[in-house]
């Protein structure tokens, strides 16, 4: 398994699974907060309310809630992606609303060019020493597919390459395709 800063990876001899992002988490339970301060602010007012303004409150209150438990399923049970090499495909699941169950994009193994390994530095003299590291996955279309972005400072760039770079390789393992790294 590899825990990195925006995401967690799991895997198994034969399927490779990428939840997603931690933050995800702290999105869905900051939108239930402010649907309990929502509906707190409906109850205590309930009666000196307008009829639209509690109409309002009341949409928002709904909204928020139903947000937030999706966005918890999501966060705790879902995946971002999934390797599969007994099916021979990798499958992006849908983001929040989709609780990340259903299908949003399929590649199969066959269709796949190679694994990119992209990092991108800012080392412009006032720049602000950030980096972006990804891994995509390159199809035979030049079509280019997002696996894993991670986001960090410059200074913890040594670390974070090492274990995106050892996770590019089993999983281009896994495909049976090369994998190539771009420096930006």
């Known amino acids: 398994m590899y825990k990195l800063n925006h995401s967690k990876i799991i895997l198994d ?10 933050r995800s988490l702290i999105v869905a339970i900051a939108q239930g907060f402010i649907g309990v301060i929502l509906f707190i602010v409906l109850s205590q007012f309930f009666n000196s309310l307008n009829y639209f ?4 409150l009341f949409i928002s209150v709904l909204f928020f809630v139903v947000l937030s438990i999706l966005g918890l399923i999501y966060s705790i049970w879902g995946s971002k992606a999934i390797i ?3 099916h021979k495909m990798i499958i992006w699941q849908q983001g929040l609303f989709g609780l990340g169950i259903g299908t949003d994009r399929i ?4 269709d796949i060019k190679f ?12 720049g602000h020493n950030f980096f972006l590291i990804e891994i995509n996955v390159i ?23 090492e274990s995106i770079n050892n996770l590019a390789s089993d999983i281009a393992r896994l495909i049976r395709c090369a ?6």
């Not at 001899?13 to 931690?22: A, N, Q, R």
């Not at 303004?53 to 309002?56: D, S």
């Not at 997002?146 to 760039?157: G, M, Q, R, V």
């Open 53 to 56: 303004v509690m109409f309002f």
């Open 139 to 161: 199809s035979n279309d030049n079509q280019k597919n997002n696996l894993i972005s991670e986001f960090d400072k410059l200074a913890h760039l040594d670390i974070l390459s």
């Open 13 to 22: 001899d034969d399927i490779i699974i990428i939840k997603p992002e931690k």
């Open 107 to 110: 590649v199969k193994f066959r």
């Open 179 to 184: 994998v190539r790294f771009q420096k930006s």
């Open 115 to 126: 694994i990119e390994v992209n990092i991108d530095t800012d080392n412009q003299v006032n």
């Open 84 to 86: 599969n090499s007994n």
